[in-house]
């Protein structure tokens, strides 16, 4: 965690989540809290932001190479997201485990919850759980992260804040090349969007998709649709294509490339608040 002075270590305190008996004593809590306290309207959120595995489930039946593979997080996409804290004093939150142990961005009724076949591998560790196991991933990891996004939102109640999601994607995927550099993808409202995109876009360099290479829908995902779309709050996915980010270099120039799309049109965007939904 990071922040200083004793209004963010109060911050920060009212974010860590509470320790959970399933992971060690030693080992990193199921989400990290950076920048608390950020000024901007800007929140970040980071869901697939490490490949670790808990120690007690080992190596999930896989080996080094599958386990640092995009198939257990996504590459880049914390580096950037920290630095993105940085340049828009926001606060971030970063899921703090693979999502092979349970994916922070699938709602729990999904298959790609706790994945037993992840891009053609198979992950043996994830085959024929019990429902207890699957209660412990859940209440030690998931839970924790939602509900460390949701106190922090609650927080800012009465400061306009703005939800990016930052995600990356494999360049290429059962054969197909994906031809976009980044994609911005929302749900709904598609109003934030298409503002982020058509800066990005000013860069004619850049191949910018439009909900690709994935769109958000409610039954894939999660944290948009749960922190964004119910609350009304302006929000959208951000994925970068993964070859653009796997040096810090990389990173480092997608960070100031979205620090600076996102404030170009970031007075039109808080102006963009929705009804939160109320279903289906």
């Not at 109003?191 to 409610?218: H, Q, S, T, W």
Request: aromatic content about 4%; overall charge negative.
């Amino acid at each position: 965690m990071s922040d200083t002075g004793a209004g963010a270590e109060s911050a920060v305190g009212k974010l860590a989540p509470a320790i959970s008996a399933w992971l060690g004593l030693d080992e990193p809590p199921a989400v990290e809290v950076v920048n608390p306290g950020g000024r901007g309207s800007a929140v970040l959120i980071c869901d697939h932001a490490s490949h670790r595995l808990p120690r007690r489930l080992g190596t999930l039946g896989l080996d080094e190479t599958q386990r640092m593979d995009h198939i257990a997080w996504d590459p880049g996409a914390a580096q950037v997201a920290r630095r993105l804290s940085l340049l828009l004093d926001a606060p971030l939150l970063l899921s703090g485990y693979s999502r092979l142990v349970i994916d922070c961005n699938r709602p729990l009724c999904s298959p790609e919850s706790i994945p037993e076949r992840s891009a053609g591998v198979r992950v043996p560790g994830n085959l024929a759980l019990p429902s207890t196991e699957r209660n412990a991933r859940v209440e030690a990891l998931f839970r924790p992260y939602h509900e460390a996004i949701d106190r922090l939102l609650d927080s800012r109640c009465g400061h306009p804040s703005l939800l990016l999601s930052i995600h990356s994607f494999t360049p290429a995927l059962n054969g197909h090349p994906r031809p976009w550099h980044v994609g911005i993808s929302s749900g709904r409202d598609r109003r934030f969007a298409d503002l982020i995109r058509a800066a990005l876009m000013r860069d004619r360099r850049l191949a910018v998709g439009d909900n690709e290479p994935y769109p958000i829908e409610n039954h894939i995902d999660y944290s948009i649709p749960v922190h964004g779309e119910e609350r009304g709050l302006p929000s959208i996915m951000v994925e970068i294509r993964q070859d653009g980010v796997r040096t810090a270099a990389g990173a480092a120039d997608w960070a100031e490339r979205l620090a600076a799309a996102y404030l170009a049109v970031e007075a039109q965007a808080l102006h963009l608040r929705a009804p939160a939904r109320s279903g289906d």
